[in-house]
C-alpha cells in the first residue's frame, strides 16, 4: 500500500519563475493538504483540498494556488517564485471526518531552492 | 485561537537515559493533540494522538504522552532513549473546520539528540 507520494524531491528555480509541486494521496484518502516547512521551523498550513475545491487556506499570498483531479491527486502552484519560498513543501492526505483530530499521512517532501 | 508552545528548542540525552520533551497548549474548547517526528531529510511520522479519550497515550517506539488539562500540556516521555530517537519532534493541535478533516498548527520543534 503506497503511501503518500511527492514529485520532484528537490527543484532549483530562479526568481520570478513559476514551479509546479505534485502529489499523489495514500491509497483511499480523498482529503489533500500542503505544508510549507522553512528551515529550523515547523510546517506551516498553506491550503486543503477535498472534492476537487480548495477547502479551507492559510496565511499564504495568491501566489500559491493549487488544484485537486478526480484522482484525489493534486498540484501546488507558486508563480512569481522568492527567495523566501525556499523551502521544504510537503504533502498529507487523510479522509473527511466529522469531528476529531484525523491523522495526516505526509509525503517526505519536495525541497524548493529558490536562487 | 488554538497554539503550542514546544518549551525547549533543543534536548540533549544520553542512551539509555528518559527523554522529555515538553509541551503547553492553548484552546478555547478541548483540543486534539498529536506529536509527530521528522527524520533528516524526511516527512512526518505520527507518534501519537489525543482526542478526548485516555488522557494517557501510548504511541510508537515506546513513547507516550499525558494530557492535563488543569496544566494545559501535553508532554511527550520515554523511558530509555535510543540512538534511533535523534530527530525533531513537533507537538501539533488540531483546528476544527465544520464537517471537513482539521487543517495542524504545528509547534517550532524540538530537536532531540542522543549521545552514546
Known amino acids: 500500500d503506497a503511501g503518500v507520494t511527492q514529485s520532484p524531491t528537490h527543484l532549483i528555480k530562479t526568481r520570478g519563475q513559476q514551479v509546479t509541486l505534485r502529489c499523489s494521496p495514500k491509497?483511499?484518502?480523498?482529503?489533500v493538504s500542503w505544508y510549507q516547512q522553512a528551515l529550523g521551523q515547523g510546517p506551516q498550513f498553506i491550503f486543503q483540498y477535498y472534492e476537487e475545491e480548495e477547502r479551507q487556506r492559510g496565511n499564504f499570498p495568491d501566489r500559491f494556488s493549487g488544484h485537486q483531479f478526480p484522482n484525489y491527486s493534486s498540484e501546488l502552484n507558486v508563480n512569481a517564485l522568492l527567495l523566501g519560498d525556499s523551502a521544504l513543501y510537503l504533502c498529507?492526505?487523510?479522509?473527511?471526518?466529522?469531528?476529531?483530530?484525523?491523522?495526516?499521512?505526509f509525503g517526505n517532501g519536495t525541497r524548493l531552492t529558490v536562487t | 485561537a488554538q497554539s503550542v508552545t514546544q518549551l525547549d528548542s533543543h534536548v540533549s540525552v544520553s542512551e539509555g537515559t528518559p527523554v522529555l520533551l515538553r509541551c503547553n497548549y492553548s484552546?478555547?474548547?478541548?483540543?486534539?493533540l498529536f506529536w509527530y517526528v521528522q527524520h533528516p531529510n524526511k516527512g512526518l511520522q505520527l507518534l501519537l494522538k489525543y482526542t478526548s479519550a485516555a488522557t494517557l497515550v501510548k504511541g510508537i517506539n515506546g513513547f507516550e504522552a499525558e494530557f492535563k488539562k488543569s496544566e494545559t500540556s501535553f508532554h511527550l516521555t520515554k523511558p530509555s532513549a535510543h540512538m534511533s530517537d535523534a530527530a525533531e519532534y513537533f507537538c501539533?493541535?488540531?483546528?476544527?473546520?465544520?464537517?471537513?478533516?482539521?487543517?495542524?498548527?504545528f509547534g517550532t520543534g524540538t530537536l532531540l539528540a542522543v549521545q552514546p
Open positions: 501539533v493541535v488540531s483546528v476544527g473546520y465544520g464537517g471537513a478533516t482539521n487543517k495542524l498548527i
Open positions: 491509497s483511499g484518502h480523498d482529503t
Open positions: 484552546s478555547s474548547y478541548s483540543p486534539s
Open positions: 498529507a492526505s487523510s479522509l473527511v471526518v466529522g469531528q476529531g483530530g484525523s491523522p495526516l499521512h
